[in-house]
Nanobody, 122 residues
Framework: QVQLVESGGGLVQAGGSLRVSCAASGGTFSRDPMGWFRQVPGKEREFVAVISWSGSTVYADSVKGRFTISRHNAKNTVYLQMNSLKPEDTGVYYC????????????????WGQGTQVTVSS
């Protein structure tokens, strides 16, 4: 059974940093695209970043230069380092993965995690 488990969310002041992680289990994901989305109540889920097995990355314009996505293929884990956080970065951050690159760099999310809350105070 495929499972994605996020961790590392929390409360941070504006300008601070936070790193969230996502560990995948129940399969081998080392060659699959993995990425992050976020959502706030009343709004649609928003793409944040995606990374390929070889390390190619794509970011949403709103996070470019502040967020860095990375992965450890042997651990089936993807990370999102968030720096210079802003209150508008607040939301539930979801990890997702696709089983193919047919829609790269779009990540439609064949599998999703349960989400981790990130709150940035002003």
């Amino acid at each position: 059974q495929v499972q994605l488990v996020e961790s590392g969310g929390g409360l941070v002041q504006a300008g601070g940093s936070l790193r969230v992680s996502c560990a995948a289990s129940g399969g081998t994901f080392s060659r699959d695209p993995m990425g992050w989305f976020r959502q706030v109540p009343g709004k649609e889920r928003e793409f944040v970043a995606v990374i390929s097995w070889s390390g190619s990355t794509v970011y949403a314009d709103s996070v470019k230069g502040r967020f860095t996505i990375s992965r450890h293929n042997a651990k089936n884990t993807v990370y999102l380092q968030m720096n210079s956080l802003k209150p508008e970065d607040t939301g539930v951050y979801y990890c997702a993965t696709d089983r193919s690159y047919r829609q790269w760099p779009t990540l439609k999310g064949d599998y999703w995690g349960q989400g981790t809350q990130v709150t940035v105070s002003s």
